[in-house]
């Protein structure tokens, strides 16, 4: 089973959550996969020992001038206008390159060669028993799809595999929930917390994922949340009370349920309710 | 005409929070929220839609299956992993489709076409604080980057005709596409971390990304009585690279009861946060105006 954990919101406890239920599972069992591959965090609170490492590249095009006739077909194809014609130059602009190898395909002249462009890596590991892996975008590259497919490439069929995803609800998010059989969303009882709540809930609809819902500082803040569950028939399969102790061991490193053992059993349960959820 | 950014790296480290509260204590300014994924100023800034205008953000393939002649062109060229067999012919998951186009162009039986659907929506607003500029992405659209730079060209061009001397962009989470659109053509951004270990670790990836487009940086350290050794050490690794300090902003409940008000924490009381984000406020605009 894949059990991918989002938010919509940003800093709701998403990693708290991932690398608690991954950390309360048999660990021989479990595989923890760190998709936030722009600021991952999961590593901090395992240290895990990395065995092994890949680059991730993407191919952005090349332009023999000697072949060039100019014709701009190039730039016509683009989608992204990543490349253009201008006066006697063929201009290439690598930030908006997506790397679909149309303008090679294009090229009446065969003009237009493919270059790999590394954009970050991924990986792999493990924490005791636990397998882990993550992925890292190198700073200034804007896309991040790339690094999570070659991620979810490692994910091992076998056991829980657990998905930590970053926040937000665009690209990066739909590609680490594509393929997960349960979307596991973690949110804070405030008007933020409910409103990218609700944002997170379309996409994994969009997805067909099955869902559950843990609030975290279940006790500040409002009861909008709770009532937009209940009206959505949304379970809430966990309430994390805030709690300046909490607050204190996240802020070290040390995970919850190494701070607070006794979340290990409810953790469990939680993994139970959400296998009968996608039984059903 | 200036720009500041605020970023974070991690999220939920009160990036809306300080946005709204400089809404309140700026003045002659436009104010931006460029987290079009997961927009929050207008839920604390009363904002009064004036303009609301369709975002498209890119193609998206479709395959006509009366004219697919399943030859598998499509499935073999997509580098996104879009094209699916199906029973009889190929299909196009449209989540996965970046809109390239390239199946269109090579598909032999020229079985797909491309649509331009609406991707978001962008909104000018009028607030008790001046104008925002603002955008919803709809939930699993792509191009998050360029309706960043849509609703950053439409302030400048409002701040212009308003005679504002400032735009303030609430940024998103993350270093990725909209982050890298936030920062270009930026003069100056504020960084607000928390001291934890991963505030620690995000903000080092913020700061590199941003440095990565030559925009100067600011730091502020919220919640830092949470960890006060972290925020000690999160100030002298500063201090060593010589990015300013501009503030130390107390946990406060105040900041929650605000938010769940509406309203900026500013302009709802006048707690230990709330002084802090002025001081933090007079801080960034010296930088501003220096």
């Known amino acids: ?280 | 005409m200036r720009e500041l950014v605020i970023l974070s790296g991690k999220g939920g480290t009160g990036k809306t929070t300080i946005a709204a509260s400089f809404a309140h204590l700026a003045e002659r300014k436009v104010m931006v929220d460029a987290d079009v994924d997961a927009a929050n100023l207008e839920l604390v800034l009363s904002p009064q839609v004036r303009e609301e205008r369709e975002f498209r953000g890119g193609k998206l393939a479709i395959i006509e299956p009366a004219l697919c002649t399943a030859y598998g062109r499509c499935a073999e060229v997509c580098r996104f992993q879009a094209v699916q067999e199906g029973d009889d012919g190929y299909l196009i998951d449209p989540l996965a489709c970046e809109g390239c186009a390239v199946c269109y162009y090579e598909c032999p039986s020229e079985a797909i076409r491309l649509e331009e659907p609406v991707s978001g929506h962008w909104f000018i607003s009028d607030t008790p604080y001046g104008p925002l500029v603002h955008a919803q992405l709809r939930p699993a659209e792509e191009n998050s980057g360029k309706l960043v730079t849509i609703v950053k060209q439409q302030a400048r061009q409002l701040a212009l005709a308003q005679g504002c001397d400032l735009i303030i962009v609430d940024g998103p989470p993350g270093i990725g596409c909209p982050v890298i659109a936030t920062t270009a053509g930026a003069d100056l951004a504020l960084l607000v971390t928390e001291p934890t270990i991963a505030g620690v670790h995000d903000l080092e990836r913020a700061l590199s990304t941003i440095a990565h487009f030559g925009v100067p940086a600011l730091l502020c350290i919220n919640k830092y009585d949470l960890n006060p050794e972290t925020s000690r050490s999160i100030a002298k690794d500063c201090a060593a690279r010589n990015i300013p300090l501009v503030g130390h902003i107390p946990f406060d409940v105040a900041v929650t009861e605000a938010m769940v008000q509406g309203r900026s924490v500013v302009s709802y009381c006048r707690g230990p946060a709330s002084q802090a984000i002025e001081r933090l406020w007079r801080e960034t605009k010296r930088f501003l105006d220096g």
Not at chain 1, 14 to 43: G, M, R
Not at chain 1, 148 to 167: C, G, N
Not at chain 1, 188 to 208: N, S, W
């Open chain 1, 1 to 280: 089973m894949k059990i991918a954990v989002a938010s919509g919101k940003g800093g709701t406890g998403k990693t708290i959550v991932a690398v608690s239920l991954a950390l309360s599972l048999p660990q021989n069992q479990v595989q923890l996969l760190d998709c936030d591959v722009e600021v991952p965090n999961a590593h901090l609170f395992l240290n895990p020992t990395i065995q092994g490492r890949e680059e991730v590249a993407i191919l952005r095009p090349s332009v023999d001038e000697s072949r060039c006739d100019l014709c701009g077909r190039c730039a016509e194809v683009c989608q992204f206008n990543a490349i253009a014609v201008v006066g006697e130059k063929v201009l290439f602009f690598p930030e908006l390159c997506h790397g679909c190898g149309g303008c090679k395909l294009a090229c009446p002249l065969q003009a237009i060669e493919e270059v790999p462009h590394v954009i970050g890596v991924v990986e792999w590991g493990s924490v005791g028993e636990m397998a882990f892996a993550h992925g890292l975008l190198n700073p200034g590259d804007p896309m991040p799809p790339p690094i999570i497919r070659r991620l979810k490439a490692r994910a091992q069929d076998r056991k829980t595999v657990i998905l930590d995803v970053s926040p937000g609800t665009s690209c990066p998010v739909v590609e680490s929930l594509r393929g997960s059989n349960y979307c596991l969303l973690v949110t804070e009882p405030t008007p933020f917390g409910l409103h990218d709540l609700k944002l997170a809930v379309e996409v994994a609809r969009e997805l067909k994922l099955p869902m559950g819902v843990v609030i975290n500082r279940a006790d500040i803040g409002d009861s909008g949340v709770e009532r937009y569950c209940q009206e959505e028939g949304l379970p809430i399969l966990m309430r994390i009370p805030f709690d300046r102790r909490i607050a204190e061991a996240y802020s070290g490193g040390t995970p919850l349920v190494e701070a607070f053992p006794d979340y290990k059993l409810r953790f469990r349960g939680m993994c139970r309710e959400m296998e009968k959820q996608v039984e059903r």
